[in-house]
């Protein structure tokens, strides 16, 4: 029987074999006979319930025809699974780390974010997004920055997919997000434009605004995102360091920001006040353009 408390390195692990395989146009029946196993076992690996070792992860990346520095990437996530980790808050710095957060957001049934500075990429425009990978990635070539932008638009894909259904996005940002001139004053309307337009469309998207009036508040000094992987799984804590890498929180210590994103809620305008606030905020910026 797998363990019933998946690892962050198994779900991720699993939801990137998940892909290979899709991609490969392999079914899990076919999986499972490179491994001499049913096809539950597959199914397993691949939610993140079960473990896999070392030859057998090596049997399904032939099959999937992975080859190069991806492999040797996810051979190493493969190793990293199979070790018990006491620690609740570790960090990930290899280099497909982002594209493994990718799978496990997409496997996502519902997302919490809180930005007190900036728009959370799923909401981010494609002018937006470019501004602040620039800034981010200094001194990277023209090349470097288009991969980042083309990852952060593909992303977006999750939120208006027909299957699986899109998960549920709540963010609470706050006022400085609306205020910092991110690409200029026209990239700031157009970006605060998409933030509106999004709440006003039939999606799963909620955003509540934590203005500035509150003072001190519990998110102040640090971003972050919490995925819930449905009722199988536990959710989990992640916070990212563009270009640098990817600090984890799961288990019992992802409660503590459960709690502060509650807290966070409640202390922020609700969405429908928050729709008013960003409508002000469009007018304010169409009188100083």
Known sequence: MGDQRPTVQRLQLGATLRRKREAAGQLQEQAAAALDCDTSKISRIENGRSGIKAAELEKLLDLYRVTGPERDELLDVGKESRQ??????????????????????????????????????????????????????????????????????????????????????????????????????????????????????????TI????????????????????SLGTAAPAIGHMDTLGVGSTYVEREAVSSLVERFDRLRAKALGPEESRTFILDRIAQQGKEA
């Open 84 to 205: 018990r980790r006491r620690r609740k808050l570790y960090g990930d710095t290899l280099p497909g780390h982002f594209r493994r957060f990718i799978d496990l957001e997409a496997d996502a049934t519902e997302i919490r974010s809180y930005e007190g500075e900036l728009v959370p990429g799923l909401l981010q425009t494609e002018d937006y997004a470019r501004a602040l990978i620039r800034s981010a990635l200094f001194g990277a070539d023209q090349a470097e920055v288009d991969r980042w932008v083309q990852l952060r638009m593909d992303r977006k894909i999750i939120l208006t997919r027909d299957t699986p259904p899109p998960p549920r996005l709540w963010c609470v940002l706050g006022e400085a997000a609306f205020a910092r001139p991110i690409g200029g004053l026209d990239v700031l309307r157009g970006q605060v434009e998409h933030l509106l337009q999004v709440t006003a469309e039939p999606t799963m998207v």
């Open 208 to 227: 509540q605004v934590l203005p500035f009036q509150v003072g001190a508040y519990p998110g102040l000094g640090g971003s972050f995102t919490l995925l």
